[in-house]
């Protein structure tokens, strides 16, 4: 015989469902309010990871990542390449401390990778770079270009994209539906479910930055360079370059980072904005890379 109406017993787990269910709800959008930091634009984050966290783990994974090109002899094994890296990059990085004055106490690292193949350059949390020899020999960067592109990465870590795109990874994983708010705070819970940080540093960097992130390292990237003596416009012409090299590249709907037209027309409206900044006859002091 069916049932035509509910038991008391099936009504009373009806309404603790619905309770429980609510309280999820509010317990997630409580979690993202608590969770969220404002980036250098105003841009709200997620950030269940924290900036020192972020730092922590992408020490650990930075020689983790350069351990294998260390062993084929493929770090900093051209002298000369990466005595001009560390010139405009060391320029660069003493105006990223004058500009955010939490960063004058990271460890600021930058090596250059030999592989010809890679047009790239990554900054992890904490300020450990490194750039290809593919970058440079590809492109053949101007100083003024190449300082656009280290200092786009090094805006990267200043924005703290690592430790949200960290946040994000987690949030996903964990389910945050599920989660308890002491989970979330206590770090003790904090520091399990992080287990393989060092791991999630380096996906950080390996995985692109969504389109909202990599326009805010275009626009603090090109202010830095700007105030380290480098002329804004390269940006443009970086991105010129770029659109060259990378042809085959997915159209700008079916992928996270804006397109390289896109990113030209955006620097070129910023540019003569930046230009207060550009005094290339000054002196500018330059951060000492070891």
Known sequence: MGYHSKSPIHRSLAVLATM????????????????????????????????????????????????????????NDKPVMLARVKRITGRLIAQAIRMYPESRNWEWEVVLIDDPDVVNAWCMAGGKMAIYSGLIEKLKP????????????????????????????????????????????????????????????????????SRAAEAEADRVGIEIAARA???????????????????????????????????QHTLA???PKMMKYYHPHEVHPVYPLN
């Open 20 to 75: 429980i269910r609510t309280f999820c709800l509010l317990l997630t959008m409580t979690l993202f309010i608590g969770a969220c930091s404002t980036s250098p634009t105003g841009r709200h984050q997620l950030m269940l990871v924290s900036p020192s966290q972020a730092i922590q783990a992408s020490a650990k994974a930075y020689p983790e990542k350069l351990k294998e090109y260390a062993a084929k002899g493929k770090l």
């Open 229 to 263: 003596g480098y002329n804004p416009h390269a940006a443009v012409s970086l991105w010129k370059k770029m659109g060259q090299v990378n042809k085959k590249s997915p159209p700008e709907l079916l992928n996270t980072h804006p397109s390289a037209g896109t990113r």
């Open 269 to 271: 409206e910023l540019a």
């Open 142 to 209: 101007t100083d003024d270009e190449l300082a656009q592109v280290m200092a786009h990465e090094i805006s990267h870590a200043l924005a703290n994209h690592v430790a949200e795109q960290m946040s994000v990874s987690l949030a996903s994983q964990l389910g945050l539906a599920v989660l308890s708010a002491t989970a979330l705070h206590d770090n003790r819970y904090r520091s399990a479910a992080l287990t393989g940080a060092a791991l999630a540093a380096t996906l950080a960097i390996e995985l692109p930055y």
